[in-house]
C-alpha cells in the first residue's frame, strides 16, 4: 500500500532563508513523486516530479527535491525563501502503474514567509 | 491551450437547492478527477473518469453527489440536494496516464461553493 506523509503542517522562515519542507513516501514499486503548490484561491500547480531518473529534480521557482530511496523521502527545498513562495505545498506519491487511484497527495504544509 | 477550465468560480446556494459544477478538461487528456478541498479533511478524490467512463467514485460522499461525462470535453458534478457541509473548494483536474511515467495532473482554478 502506498503513503505519504508531509512532516510538518506549518513552516515559517525569513524571507532569504532557506526552505524545507519534508516528504516521506511509502510505496511497494517504484514510484513517482510529485510536488504541487497551491497560493491563496488559486488551484494546485506543478512544481517538480520525479520519475526514475536522476535522484535530484530541479522545479520552477528556484525549487528543488532528492530523492532517497534508504531514506524513502523527497524533501523540497529552495535556497532562499521569496516573500511569493508563501503558499500551501502538497507532495505526491504515484506507484507508476495505470490505476489513478494509487495517486496519493500528502495533506500539505503551509508555508508562511516573514519579511 | 487555457487549461482546465471551471465554472462558476463562486457559487452560493441556499440550503437544498440543486448544484452544478462545471469542468472542461485540456484537450487530449483521457483522465479527468473531481477533487474537494476543505480545511477539516483537506483535499479528497471524489471520482475520476477515463475515456468518459467513471472508472472510481468511493469518494463520493453520498447519494446526494452524482458526476457525468457525457463527452470528451465535459464534465459535470451535481449535489442534490445541497447541505452546509458541502461547502468546500471543488477541483477538476485532467491528465493523460495520470501517475506513470511520471504524468502529472492538471488543475482548474476550482469552485468555491458556499451553501447557507
Known amino acids: 500500500a502506498q503513503s505519504v506523509t508531509q512532516l510538518d503542517s506549518h513552516v515559517s522562515v525569513s524571507e532569504g532563508t532557506p526552505v524545507l519542507l519534508r516528504c516521506n513516501y511509502s510505496s511497494s514499486y517504484s514510484p513517482s513523486l510529485f510536488w504541487y503548490v497551491q497560493h491563496p484561491n488559486k488551484g494546485l500547480q506543478l512544481l517538480l516530479k520525479y520519475t526514475s531518473a536522476a535522484t535530484l529534480v530541479k522545479g520552477i521557482n528556484g525549487f528543488e527535491a532528492e530523492f532517497k530511496k534508504s531514506e524513502t523521502s523527497f524533501h523540497l527545498t529552495k535556497p532562499s525563501a521569496h516573500m511569493s513562495d508563501a503558499a500551501e505545498y502538497f507532495c505526491v506519491v504515484s506507484d507508476g502503474y495505470s490505476s489513478a487511484s494509487k495517486i496519493i497527495f500528502g495533506s500539505g504544509t503551509r508555508l508562511s514567509i516573514r519579511p | 491551450d487555457a487549461g482546465v477550465i471551471q465554472s462558476p468560480r463562486h457559487e452560493v446556494t441556499e440550503m437544498g437547492q440543486e448544484v452544478t459544477l462545471r469542468c472542461k478538461p485540456i484537450s487530449g487528456h483521457d483522465y479527468l478527477f473531481w477533487y474537494r478541498q476543505t480545511m477539516m479533511r483537506g483535499l479528497e478524490l471524489l471520482i475520476y473518469?477515463?475515456?468518459?467512463?467513471?472508472?472510481?467514485d468511493s469518494g463520493m460522499p453520498e447519494d446526494r453527489f452524482s458526476a457525468k461525462m457525457p463527452n470528451a470535453s465535459f464534465s459535470t458534478l451535481k449535489i442534490q440536494p445541497s447541505e452546509p457541509r458541502d461547502s468546500a473548494v471543488y477541483f477538476c483536474a485532467s491528465s493523460s496516464r495520470p501517475g506513470q511515467a511520471g504524468n502529472e495532473q492538471f488543475f482548474g482554478p476550482g469552485t468555491r461553493l458556499t451553501v447557507l
Open positions: 473518469f477515463n475515456n468518459n467512463v467513471p472508472i472510481d
